[in-house]
């Protein structure tokens, strides 16, 4: 104790609460490291080939020690300062950065292997993945897109449907985990996003209100422009939709979707957004996303079906 500064110094060994926190930290790295050691070994096993990892809450360094001749898929919300080098064995996948429980974040990364084609319909993977900042991997997951999951049953999604693939449906997806996360006051914006071809869309479209997009630059209207989005999110507190062209530029914003929902068979569960959502889908060629504004659980729907589910943490 120095009296005249008056602070205390302490010796991290032997405060208390340093050597727990140090407990801790050796403990859950001795987890992932068994945790991923046997997830490689079953991945041999098995014979799978690409291997998933939820590469930003994880320690990179402990998986690729571990690794054999596999390709490794890294989910990472920023590509360009993934510290692995990429390379036919190393793709760092590039997926919104937000708060979704570890079993969305792994149904996205799913979901946007196959839509960049990194992975095939009916290929066996192996998933490391962790919780929402944990910084460890805990748990092993094995997944076959077609056996376990509906959306890649029996269709031909990803030949017919080139959207899924384009900056402009991941910036919407982007823009939707950010409403449900961020939300207004603490709770999830709800609103829909319809991405399509204005032609195909358009019988279909009725404005609510005057339809504030209209008469401003296409330039200022780009869903990749960040100042546009704090305006999107003024804009979805009015009821109705927003219509984006397949440039990316917001075209009408309050839109009813006059679409019928006859053929529409949804989940219990979900409401008139989803309805509408889907109805459109159903109708045109257009990709809708949804946020409940309940839950902030964000949907797609194509072909009149949901296609994914993402829950919050």
């Not at 029996?154 to 939300?183: D, K, M, N, V």
């Not at 305006?231 to 839109?255: C, K, L, Q």
């Not at 889908?281 to 990709?287: G, L, P």
């Amino acid at each position: 104790y120095n009296q005249e500064a008056r602070f205390r110094v302490v010796c991290p060994a032997m405060d208390p609460k340093a050597q727990t926190s140090t407990k801790r930290r050796r403990s859950e790295n001795t987890e992932a490291r068994i945790v991923v050691e046997h997830g490689f070994a079953m991945a041999e096993a098995l014979a799978i080939e690409t291997i998933i990892v939820n590469a930003d809450p994880l320690d990179v360094a402990i998986i690729d020690s571990h690794r054999g001749a596999n390709t490794v898929l890294w989910l990472t919300p920023d590509a360009t300062e993934f510290p692995i080098e990429e390379d036919d064995r190393n793709i760092a996948l590039q997926i919104p950065e937000a708060r979704l429980s570890r079993a969305s974040r792994v149904q996205l990364g799913l979901f946007l292997a196959v839509a960049n084609d990194h992975i095939g319909h009916s290929e066996t993977v192996l998933c490391l993945a962790g919780g929402a900042g944990s910084a460890r991997v805990d748990s092993v997951l094995i997944m076959n897109p077609r056996r376990d999951f509906p959306w890649f049953k029996g269709t031909q999604l990803w030949a017919e449907h080139a959207r899924f693939r384009t900056p402009e449906f991941a910036r919407i997806l982007e823009i939707a985990l950010r409403f449900s996360a961020e939300g207004r006051e603490g709770k999830p914006i709800g609103t829909i996003f319809v991405l399509g071809d204005l032609d195909d869309l358009t019988p279909h479209l009725k404005q609510i209100v005057l339809n504030p997009c209209a008469g401003h630059p296409k330039k200022s209207r780009r869903l990749h422009s960040e100042g546009f989005i704090e305006t999107v999110r003024e804009f979805a507190a009015m009821d109705g939709a927003f219509v984006i062209g397949p440039n990316g530029v917001v075209e009408s914003a309050g839109t009813y979707l006059d679409a019928p929902a006859r053929k529409v068979r949804l989940p219990l569960g979900l409401g008139a957004r989803h309805s509408a959502a889907a109805a459109i889908t159903a109708t045109t060629d257009a990709i809708a996303v949804v946020v409940s504004e309940s839950s902030g659980a964000v949907t797609v729907f194509q072909a009149g079906k949901t296609i994914l589910t993402l829950d919050k943490s």
